[in-house]
């Protein structure tokens, strides 16, 4: 029997000829990865999750004169990491759009100076493309650094409404991105040559929540009252860090306004008389556009002789510090408490970790969180790739970068599933030296059970050490992972007991295989799922080898690691070469090779003959993933019978696809544990790879709850 099961149910399938219409589906694929060039000091903050503050470049071609403009890029870089933060100035140079800049950028941002192209959110584009020196806005930091995965940006002030705006419609984008963009903005109000009662109104209506930072007043850049009240007030970086966690949480899109009030403010009434000035200047000069708020700044400095710039100095330093301020205490907040944990958040599906659900008595009662077991490897990684444009030559070193992390599939997924809320144990294996240390404390900061990680006398941690080109593409790599071999049965003594009361156990394929088959073994024996996670093409059959594929209830295979299964249970040649965008192609092709496969897994008979067996016991699923294409799921709850369920790829907006395939695999293992069907963990596990390849890093900080 075969049932087709399309996940749409708007859009039912009848036939497997309706449903090879998909091939018709037309998928985008502009990967912010190649447009984004983070600095390695960013990049190494992101993937560790440490706090990271996002700076705008406009401030500093186009706010101050040089040499002022460069000395205060690069004080406000050292204020943030006084404060233990990494600085990320973002601006657009050489094609790509930059986060993170050295001095030497920063220098020809600031002596440049108007000669640079300001550019707002329409102009991100065209500056990559004519390969200018671009000055982002507040609106184009704001989506670059979200698409960098930074969740604070600290500045000077923001655009508005402009005088006349209900009839001019001059507003400002920085407005519209704020209402869409999840990223909190750390500022001292808007200039009051702006209309700030319509500006408020207008951040309303787009759902951005304004806050004074220890004050009532909305601040008016200057001046530390505008006359209009804050809608909303926070005292301590804290409190706003735990705003921004709990919209995170919430699934809320829009991002925040930190109002701070200027430490040295001007006069009112001199201000605004140079204002007023400055304001006749522009129209004598016809300045319209974004060119007014640049020219009211130096003629306001002019007409003050100096004292405006210098209290313009003074609230950008003073924004910077206490943005640094939010982002260390939100990154202290991630790493300290999972926060599905701390919220109590109450949806239609059940919560991540913990379920509110009705008794026989009709009270609330608690459900225990998942407790989930991981066997298999934990790597340190080091990628390196020539500077932007550069070439790789052989036999002579090569100008570039070099970013060293932490990984391995096993390490990765248990990562995930801690993000997911589940309670995580992670058993593998690890040398006595500088490498091993920090790995484990990695893993003990990111919330992972570590009591099950060796250290093993007389090895080297496992290493993986990989040259990419300049586009980003696989030139070569050394993997010495000769520790992960010591993970065998015996190495699972002391973790029986755990493994029995696991919901899930997840394993990758560095493990041996004895340990292998005793994991299915045990598993079986206490009708625990167990999924097998095939690491690669070299070492996906050792699951065949082991004998365990009977005993697994899933695997996760990508197409060619299905292929290598196949090979080795049937021990036939395969002649399969889908058309690498052809959906018909590669779902016959996918369903050839995990057919035989899912009835293999049925194989198993209990030892006995009289026990009872469950229905989730007798579900196998075969999980392929297909890149671009999405993920095909194959289930059996009956030999003989299976269902297919597909989903395309969630997203077009691809950073990085390294970390990809080990989410989708933990959080449908996820979906298994908390006794979803396996069309349901399939779901959950397309939303989390969504949002994995949509992080410019390996995993993300956090996942929606609101998703899982």
Not at 573 to 584: F, R
Not at 638 to 660: C, I, K, R
Request: overall charge neutral; aromatic content about 6%; glycine content about 8%.
């Amino acid at each position: 029997m075969f049932v087709w099961r399309k996940i749409k149910r708007n859009e039912k399938k009848t036939a497997i000829s309706k449903f090879f219409s998909l091939s018709l589906i037309q998928f985008k694929e502009f990967s912010w990865s190649k447009a984004l060039r983070l600095s390695p000091e960013v990049e190494d903050a992101l993937r560790i999750g440490r706090a990271t503050v996002a700076l705008e470049s406009t401030i500093i071609s186009h706010g101050m004169p040089y040499p002022e403009n460069f000395q205060m890029a690069n004080a406000v870089e050292q204020l943030v990491r006084a404060e233990g933060a990494v600085p990320a100035t973002i601006g657009v140079a050489d094609g790509r759009l930059c986060v993170g800049m050295g001095s030497d950028l920063l220098e020809r941002f600031s002596r440049l100076g108007h000669e640079v192209r300001k550019c707002s959110t329409r102009d991100l584009a065209l500056a990559c493309t004519q390969r200018v020196l671009g000055a982002t806005t507040v609106a184009s930091t704001m989506v670059i650094a979200e698409k960098a995965g930074i969740d604070v940006f600290a500045t000077g002030g923001i655009g508005g409404v402009h005088r006349g705006g209900e009839i001019t419609m001059d507003i400002s984008a920085d407005l519209r991105e704020l209402g869409r963009t999840p990223v909190t903005v750390v500022c001292a109000g808007v200039k009051s040559i702006l209309d700030i009662g319509k500006t408020l109104e207008y951040l309303e209506t787009e759902g951005v929540p304004v806050i004074g930072y220890g004050t009532d007043e909305f601040p008016a850049f200057f001046s530390p009252s505008s006359g209009f009240k804050a809608p909303l007030r926070c005292n301590t970086p804290e409190e706003i860090a735990e705003a921004i966690a709990t919209g995170r949480l919430l699934g809320l899109k829009q991002g925040m306004l930190v109002a701070v009030p200027n430490p040295i403010p001007m006069e009112g009434e001199n201000i605004e008389a140079a204002i007023q000035q400055a304001l006749i200047d522009a129209e004598k000069k016809s300045v319209t556009g974004k060119d007014i708020t640049p020219f009211i700044l130096r003629e306001v400095n002019k007409h003050t002789k100096g004292a405006s710039l210098a209290s313009n100095l003074a609230l950008v330093k003073n924004n910077v510090r206490i943005g640094a301020k939010i982002a260390v205490a939100l990154a202290n907040l991630r790493a300290s408490t999972p926060l599905q944990q701390k919220h109590a958040f109450h949806t239609r599906s059940r919560r991540r970790s913990q379920a509110v659900k009705r008794d026989g008595a009709g009270r609330d009662s608690i459900e225990k969180p998942i407790k989930a077991v991981v066997v298999g490897g934990a790597v340190q990684d080091s990628t390196g790739k020539p500077l932007a444009g550069g070439t790789l030559n052989l036999h002579t070193s090569n100008p570039g970068t070099v970013v060293s992390s932490f990984g391995g599939v096993g390490r990765n997924i248990a990562e995930v599933l801690v993000k997911l809320g589940a309670e995580t144990t992670l058993i593998s294996a690890v040398g006595n030296d500088i490498a091993g240390k920090a790995l484990l404390a990695d893993c003990l900061q990111k919330g992972i059970k570590c009591h099950g990680i060796k250290v093993q006398e007389g090895f080297g941690t496992a290493f993986y050490s990989c040259v990419m080109d300049s586009q980003g593409d696989l030139h070569t790599a050394v993997a010495d992972t000769g520790i992960l071999d010591t993970i065998d049965d015996l190495f699972l003594e002391p973790f029986l007991k755990e493994l029995a009361e696991a919901n899930v156990v997840i394993a990758d394929a560095n493990i041996s295989n004895l340990c292998l088959r005793k994991l299915g073994e045990i598993c079986v024996e206490n009708s625990v799922p167990f999924v097998y996670e095939p690491v690669s093409q070299a070492k996906a059959c050792k699951a065949v080898h082991a004998g365990a594929l009977p005993l697994l209830t899933a695997i996760t295979p990508n197409f060619i690691e299905l292929k290598e299964i196949y090979k080795a249970m049937s021990q036939n040649e395969i002649m399969l070469e889908p058309e690498i965008d052809n959906l018909e192609s590669i779902f016959r092709s996918c369903l050839e090779l995990a057919v035989p496969v899912v009835r293999s897994m049925q194989a198993h008979k209990p030892q006995d003959q009289h026990q009872n067996i469950t229905q989730s016991e007798r579900e196998k699923h075969v999980l392929c993933t297909l890149g671009k294409h999405g993920a095909l799921l194959i289930s059996s709850r009956h030999p003989g019978e299976h269902e297919t369920f597909y989903f395309p790829a969630q997203t077009d907006q691809v950073l990085n696809t390294t970390g990809a395939g080990d989410s989708m695999a933990a959080a449908f293992s996820f979906g298994i544990a908390s006794g979803k069907t396996a069309e349901q963990s399939l779901w959950i596990g397309t939303q989390i790879a969504k949002e994995t390849v949509e992080c410019a890093h390996t995993l993300p900080a956090s996942y929606s709850v609101i998703k899982v």
